[in-house]
């Protein structure tokens, strides 16, 4: 089993940076405080392996363009987020089957992003601001495989 974390305060000197005309932010976009991953294996019997692996990614700071367009003029705001937490979980099962001295099928499955751990507040339309996407990059999702080992 595997942990790690890290606890991180990036910030920019001085006034900070201008994110809109006049307003300065010190902490950096899209750099969490904090974050972490987990790996772990488990071979309860010879054939059998059991896998987790995680991430935790702690809240961060993203800006978000948000416009308007009419035929007289085009605003636009930007708008200071700060997103929530995200762990993101893996789990899989493989099992080996020999075929013959030194050949063996593995056959697995598993899901990833198990809590479905993504982001909810997504842009659409013609307007959206294709820039404001941020968590994991995949909602739940179920697999399957098998690999030849020769």
Not at 3 to 11: E, I, K
Not at 109 to 129: C, I, K, M, T
């Amino acid at each position: 089993m595997q942990l790690g974390c890290t606890w991180q305060s990036s910030r920019y000197t001085g006034e900070g940076r201008e994110w809109s005309e006049g307003r300065f932010e010190q902490r950096m976009e899209r750099v969490p405080d904090f974050y972490g991953y987990l790996n772990a294996a488990y071979k309860p019997v010879d054939r059998l392996q059991l896998m987790a692996t995680g991430t935790f990614t702690g809240p961060m700071q993203v800006y978000h363009s948000v416009g308007s367009e009419s035929k007289h003029s085009a605003a636009i705001d930007v708008e200071q987020v700060t997103t929530p937490s995200f762990f993101d979980l893996t789990l899989k099962a493989s099992y080996s089957i020999p075929l013959g001295k030194r050949t063996a099928l593995e056959i697995n499955a598993g899901v990833q992003n198990l809590f479905d751990s993504y982001q909810r507040d997504f842009d659409s339309g013609p307007e959206r601001d294709s820039s404001y996407i941020y968590g994991p990059a995949r909602p739940r999702t179920f697999f399957v495989g098998a690999k030849l080992n020769i």
